[in-house]
């Protein structure tokens, strides 16, 4: 009797977890994967397969190069993403579940948080500040002199 039972639970779970794995597939059989609007360069930073798999990474390496250590680049610069990926319909990444980061977030189910600090539409002209702000790694890097 206990073995008859143990058998009946083992099969149960066997089922309960073929069911679990087999969900998502079902679910996502009647989604279509989002259309991207082509970037306006000849070629991305990376990639595509890398840039899916990892742009994310990319970004908060060069958020914290940026915000945490004074270092500021281009190549995987959010600005730059903007720049070259913002849709032609609505100007933005983001505007829309159409545009290029949201289309692909929607579809995943992932939360965007960029927006909520940085612009979805490319500046139309940079104006930089008239006095430079003076940042701790500058005052290091000159050996402590303000300059």
Known sequence: MARVLHNL????LLV???SLLMAPAAVMAGVNKPV??????????EDTEFMR????????????????RGIRTTKH????CVDCHASSK??????????????????TGV???CWDCHATKPMKQYRPAATPR???????????QQP
């Open 9 to 12: 639970i083992a099969w149960g």
């Open 16 to 18: 309960l977890l073929a």
């Open 36 to 45: 991207l609007e082509r970037g306006k360069g000849e070629r991305c930073v």
């Open 53 to 68: 798999r990892n742009h994310m990474a990319l970004l908060k390496h060069h958020r914290d190069d940026t915000m945490r």
């Open 77 to 80: 610069s959010l600005k730059g």
């Open 90 to 107: 609505t100007g933005s990444v983001a505007a829309s579940k159409e545009d290029f980061c949201m289309a692909c977030h929607v579809y």
């Open 111 to 113: 939360k965007l948080d």
């Open 134 to 144: 003076v940042t701790p790694l500058m005052v290091q890097q000159q050996g402590g």
